[in-house]
Structures are given as C-alpha cells and as structure tokens.
C-alpha cells in the first residue's frame, strides 16, 4: 500500500540552527500539506501545494518557515533558524486533489525537538 | 469565533462497552465534518467525513458518526471498543466557503480490560 514517506523520523537541533524536514506524497497526488501540531493540540495547516505552486501559506512564519516543492513532487520545510517554540510534530499529508473530494494521506511525522 | 471543540482531553472505557466521543463546532453555516484517528508514531488516518445528507455516518474499523444540526455537533460512536482502538481522536471541519481544516485538540481513548 502507498505511503507517504517523512524524513527524519526525529530532529534534535539547537536553537539558531537550521533544520529541514523531507516529505514523499504518493505517487500521482497532485496536492501536498504541511501541518505543525503542538504537543496536546490538533494539527494547523502550515502550508499547502497544488502541484508545484503553493495555494495557502496564510499560517506559515515567513520570517523564519520556508517550503518548496520545485517538480511538484516531493517536498522540503525549513526552518531558519529553530527557535524553541518550534518544537512539534511536522506532518505531511496528500491527497489525490482537493480536500473535499479526495482523502487526505498522512505521513508518520517528523518529531522536532529544539534545545 | 470560529472553532471546534473537543471536550474530554481522556476517556477511558472497557473493553467490550461503548464509546461515544464529542466534537461541537461553532460556524455561522454547516461546515463539513471530519472525524480522524491518530495512533501512537502513526499519522493521521480518517475514519469518517459528513458533507451532506443523511445525517448518520458510517465509516471504517465499525465506527459511526451522527451529525446534529441542532446541537451544532458531530460524536463520534462505536457499539464495542477493541484494545486496538486506544489511540488519539481528532474532529476536523472545514467551512464551505474556503479549503482549510480546522482540527479540535483531540480526544485520547483509553481501553482498559
């Protein structure tokens, strides 16, 4: 059964540094999200793509969030730089096409801890 | 304000009995509900989604799902929990007029024997 693939599983880093999380939708899904949820807290829409352009990144921290998704198929979140409040849990999710029509597919997650 | 409420943080139920888990929302117009499971170092999986129409909702793993216009809520039900099912519990609308999902801040399910 397809998945969607995160990488690392687990990020430790120091505040101030840069961090960078990878998500693989399925293969032929042309919309990818990133979420961020808090410890004790729903997911929130960080960003979200439709093919390679970004539809909605009204929740994402400009000044220090960044992602990408130049061929419209994998993804990359960075943060630079980390600062403590970031800790979290980044998902990855993707769906055939728009939400209301089609399942959105999560990936495990990355577990990001700033010290 | 628009938001979703979960109100129990912890449940915990016996094996073999039934659950019910809440989920009342605030919106001006009927927004679509979602209900998804989270499982210890899995994502997200959805169980069950209400756009329109018949008003009780069946979804996977023998979950069900009754929206209550009313009552501005969506419960989540099951006849009979299984161990399998402890796991978190996340309600998610989105309101018709744009494409974003707003998630409550989740329900943990605790299955004693």
């Known amino acids: 059964e397809a998945e969607v693939a995160q990488s690392p599983r687990y990020k430790i880093t120091e505040k101030s540094q840069a961090v960078a999380f990878w998500c693989d939708p399925i293969?032929?899904?042309?919309?990818l999200y990133w979420y961020r949820q808090i410890l004790g807290q729903g997911p929130e829409l960080l960003v979200q793509f439709q093919d390679e352009s970004v539809v909605d990144d009204s929740q994402l921290p400009k000044d220090r969030f960044s992602a990408e998704r130049l061929k419209g198929v994998d993804s990359t979140l960075k943060i630079q730089p980390a600062e403590l409040g970031d800790s979290a849990m980044y998902l990855c999710a993707s769906s055939f096409g728009d939400y209301m029509t089609y399942e959105q597919y999560f990936g495990p997650g990355t577990r990001l801890t700033v010290t | 304000a628009q938001s979703v409420t979960q109100p129990d943080i912890h449940i915990t139920v016996s094996e073999g009995a039934s659950l019910e888990l809440r989920c009342n929302y605030s919106?001006?117009?009927?927004?679509?509900l979602f209900w998804y499971v989270q499982s210890p170092g899995q994502g997200l999986q959805l169980l069950l989604k209400?756009?329109?129409?018949?008003?009780l909702v069946q979804g996977i793993k023998g979950f069900e799902a009754e929206f209550k216009r009313s009552q501005s809520s969506f419960n989540l039900r099951k006849p009979s929990v299984h161990w399998s099912d402890a796991a978190e519990y996340f309600c998610a609308v989105a309101p018709q007029s744009f494409q974003k999902l707003v998630f409550g801040t989740g329900t943990r399910l605790l299955v004693s024997p």
């Open positions: 919106y001006g117009a009927t927004p679509y």
């Open positions: 293969s032929g899904h042309a919309t």
């Open positions: 209400y756009f329109s129409g018949d008003t």
